[in-house]
């Protein structure tokens, strides 16, 4: 089993739509989770941090539950420019390594 | 420049003939990353260096594949007796610490024909 899965997608929206990907992770040690952002054959990006208790930024929401052992991204009001590729990523507290999922690509269309 | 950089660009070479790609990561970065993407592929982690410590391996996929950090500061890749497989783009990230902000470089794109 993978250390990191994501659902591959693609998820395709009509714009001002909202979506949620969810990522689980299979190390209970893993102690920092994080969503980046990879455009279309560009680098990937940080996007958000993820915390205990749940954080938000602008239309993007992160959640964290720990006993299901999933971290979520919530994207409200779609926007074109949203269409990505979404990377959750996952630091096992072992290993201070950092473990990419292999990404849910969105498709926003007008 | 501030970022992290990667040379070369773009490189296409023969089945069989080594190559050597360079990442120069921010400066005062402890943490450096290796990766490779193949086409419409997730992040594949190859190598990891912090610090002084001896350096995260165990995602090189086989001992044609070396990576050493000198000076603590820049990396080579160095891909022996390519294989048309090994045709991918090729991802650095340094960190500053183990908070998860990893800064990326543009990438070599290699290619083996």
């Known amino acids: 089993r993978k250390e990191v899965e994501q659902d591959p997608g693609p998820f395709n929206v009509p714009e001002g739509a909202t979506v949620a990907f969810n990522c689980t992770y299979s190390n209970s040690a893993s102690q920092s989770f994080f969503w980046y952002r990879q455009d279309c054959r560009k680098e990937p990006k940080l996007l958000m941090s993820?915390?205990?208790s749940g954080n938000e930024d602008g239309r993007f929401t992160a959640q964290l539950n720990r006993a299901s052992q999933y971290i979520s991204l919530l994207i409200r009001d779609s926007k074109l420019s949203d269409s990505a590729t979404y990377l959750c990523v996952v630091i096992s507290y072992n290993t201070d390594k950092l473990i990419f999922g292999t990404g849910t690509r969105l498709q926003v269309f007008p | 420049g501030a970022g992290v950089s990667q040379s070369p660009s773009n490189k296409v070479t023969e089945k069989g003939k080594d190559v050597e790609l360079r990442c120069d990561p921010i400066s005062g970065h402890t943490a450096l990353y290796w990766y490779r993407q193949s086409l419409g592929q997730g992040l594949e982690f190859l190598i990891y260096?912090?610090?002084?410590?001896?350096?995260?391996k165990s995602g090189l996929p086989s001992d044609r594949f070396s990576a050493e950090r000198t000076g603590g500061s820049v990396s080579t890749l160095t891909i022996q007796r390519t294989q048309q497989e090994d045709s991918a783009v090729y991802l650095c990230a340094s960190s500053a610490n183990r908070d998860g902000l990893q800064y990326f470089g543009p990438g070599t794109r290699l290619t083996v024909t």
């Open positions: 993820v915390y205990s």
């Open positions: 260096f912090q610090g002084n410590s001896a350096p995260d």
